[in-house]
């Protein structure tokens, strides 16, 4: 099995970075936090509780497709919340074996999360987030999980996914 490249995605609270981490631990592969790719007008923006524009993403988002591309052989795991399609495009052009783990979750659950944690992304922008997600398709390269597990057992559950997934 090679290692996985891995992007976990999904609306913020989500718990991207603690499953992102777990998985990248068991797999013994890199971890990266997409947010560290936004440049800083991106952070400022959000902070402000302005969403970002697609204008405002792309730039964003060749970064994590080119973190991707050099990790491709060694495997990695990166969190981003490629929220819609197009967006996951960008990220296969740069890497095509990109496995997508997206991780939902119930409105109250991730507003809950989102509002006992320090981070630049602020509940008003749930809502946007949640009318801008495009859900994987059956024909894009990934699997959903739904927050509730823990991110260490959703971690082990994917890992098993992908494993029936190369033997099939």
């Known amino acids: 099995m090679s290692p996985p490249l891995v992007?976990?995605?999904?609306?913020?609270?989500?718990?991207?970075?603690?499953?992102?981490?777990?998985?990248?631990?068991?797999?013994?592969?890199?971890?990266?936090?997409?947010?560290?790719?936004?440049?800083?007008?991106?952070?400022?923006?959000?902070?402000?509780?302005?969403?970002?524009?697609?204008?405002?993403?792309?730039?964003?988002?060749?970064?994590?497709?080119?973190?991707?591309?050099?990790?491709?052989?060694?495997?990695?795991?990166?969190?981003?919340?490629?929220?819609?399609?197009?967006?996951?495009?960008?990220l296969t052009k740069h890497a095509p074996r990109t496995v997508f783990l997206h991780l939902v979750g119930d409105h109250a659950l991730i507003l809950s999360r989102m509002e006992g944690r320090d981070h630049f992304m602020p509940t008003s922008l749930l809502e946007s987030q949640e009318a801008t997600l495009e859900p994987l398709e059956a024909d894009e390269n990934g699997v959903v999980f739904d927050v509730t597990e823990t991110p260490e057992r959703i971690a082990a559950a994917f890992l098993l996914w992908l494993r029936t997934q190369e033997d099939a």
């Open 7 to 90: 992007v976990v995605m999904g609306i913020s609270g989500v718990g991207k970075s603690a499953v992102g981490h777990a998985v990248a631990d068991r797999a013994d592969v890199p971890y990266a936090d997409g947010d560290d790719y936004h440049p800083k007008a991106n952070i400022e923006k959000m902070s402000a509780g302005q969403a970002l524009t697609d204008e405002d993403r792309w730039p964003w988002l060749e970064l994590i497709g080119g973190w991707l591309a050099e990790h491709d052989e060694a495997g990695g795991v990166i969190s981003c919340s490629a929220l819609r399609r197009v967006y996951r495009g960008v």
